[in-house]
Nanobody, 122 residues
Framework: QVQLVESGGGLVQPGGSLRLSCVAS????????MGWYRQAPGKQRELVATINSSGSTNYVDSVNGRFTVSRDNAKNLVYLQMNSLRPEDTAVYFCYAAAYRYTWSRTTTGNWGQGTQVTVSA
């Protein structure tokens, strides 16, 4: 089992910045990809950004150039630096990690954090 704990959400004015953090703990061999998803009221959960163990990243078009995902593999941490925030970025942000449970595992298991609220409003 992998436990994911997010932090760093809050209320920010349009144009402001926030940095989300997520730490993974528990019983697993290694983590492949980590990332962030978000869900706004009345909308489906959507991918925001992911980063694999080699550092390759992927972003949804709406955040490209404004958000940066990074990770510390040694500490099982993933970050999301969010700049130039817009009201439409308001959502609950969920941390995600795809982990190999055992040394012999060939597939990963997906794990979710509880979410942290980000509100962008004047």
């Amino acid at each position: 089992q992998v436990q994911l704990v997010e932090s760093g959400g809050g209320l920010v004015q349009p144009g402001g910045s926030l940095r989300l953090s997520c730490v993974a703990s528990g019983s697993f061999f290694s983590i492949n990809s980590m990332g962030w998803y978000r869900q706004a009221p009345g909308k489906q959960r959507e991918l925001v950004a992911t980063i694999n163990s080699s550092g390759s990243t992927n972003y949804v078009d709406s955040v490209n150039g404004r958000f940066t995902v990074s990770r510390d593999n040694a500490k099982n941490l993933v970050y999301l630096q969010m700049n130039s925030l817009r009201p439409e970025d308001t959502a609950v942000y969920f941390c995600y990690a795809a982990a190999y449970r055992y040394t012999w595992s060939r597939t990963t298991t997906g794990n979710w954090g509880q979410g942290t609220q980000v509100t962008v409003s004047a």
